[in-house]
């Protein structure tokens, strides 16, 4: 089982302002790391640290965390926004990485 | 531009060793700071850390993977592999290779972004 939890779904209306959530106690010490995934691709890094988007990325993504809890907001979503997403951390020693189940992501 | 790239075997049958290989270019593996491992996804599932290395050697498993699992360096420092021994079913995955870091943030938490992936490369275990 994971240690990081996500819901397993998420709608959210085109234009409009979506949120994922990560619980996970490694999260009081680690920041979560924020990953898109479509359909036969592999997964990329939107959103790390305290808040940092890799070049590229656009700033309709922003990162936030909060106790045990970090979130991914879409301000604006599009259509491309659509895929599964998926955020990870180091375990609570240290040592290992470890990752959410994910998170699907409809535009609607 | 780094880049990463899978290869092995894409059929594997049960009971025997899976071996894969992930080629670098555009970057080092014995750059300081980084991590070089293998993250899996089944399908239609999500993602699993298998294990990875440190530069300097140090290397660390899924703690449900240890005893089946070894990652290596080639002494090239440009290719990195993975073996995972007395393969199941439950094993089919697309397997990819992926750079990572660790390292403390000036929010104040440590971070640990996995920043670059292969392609990733399908592989089924069946008779």
């Known amino acids: 089982s994971s240690e990081l939890t996500q819901d397993p779904a998420v709608s959210v209306a085109l234009g409009q302002t979506g949120r994922i959530t990560c619980q996970g106690d490694?999260?009081?010490?680690?920041?979560a790391s924020w990953y898109q995934q479509k359909p036969g691709q592999a997964p990329i890094l939107v959103i790390y640290?305290?808040?940092n988007r890799p070049s590229g990325i656009p700033d309709r993504f922003s990162g936030s965390s909060s106790g045990n809890t970090a979130s991914l907001t879409i301000t604006g979503a599009q259509a491309e926004d659509e895929a599964d997403y998926y955020c990870?951390?180091?375990?609570?020693?240290?040592?290992?990485?470890?990752f959410g189940g994910g998170t699907k992501v409809t535009v609607l | 531009q780094l880049q990463l790239q899978e290869s092995g075997p894409g059929l594997v049958k049960p009971s025997e060793t899976l071996s894969l290989t992930c080629t670098v270019s555009?970057?080092?593996?014995?750059?300081?700071?980084?991590?070089w491992g293998w993250i899996r996804q089944p399908p239609g599932k999500g993602l699993e850390w298998i294990g990875s290395?440190?530069?300097?050697?140090?290397?660390y498993y899924n703690p449900s993977l240890k005893n089946r699992v070894t990652v290596s360096v080639d002494t090239s420092m440009k290719r990195f592999s993975l073996k995972l021994t007395s393969v199941t079913a439950a094993d089919t995955a697309v397997y990819y290779c992926?750079?990572?870091?660790?390292?403390?943030?000036?929010?104040?938490?440590?971070?640990?972004?996995?920043?670059?992936w292969g392609q990733g490369t399908l592989v089924t275990v069946s008779s």
């Open positions: 992926a750079r990572h870091l660790y390292y403390y943030d000036s929010g104040g938490y440590y971070s640990s972004p996995v920043d670059f």
């Open positions: 555009g970057g080092s593996i014995s750059s300081s700071s980084y991590y």
């Open positions: 290395f440190y530069y300097s050697g140090t290397t």
């Open positions: 490694s999260l009081r010490r680690h920041y």
């Open positions: 640290g305290q808040n």
């Open positions: 990870n951390s180091r375990d609570i020693g240290g040592y290992h990485l470890v």
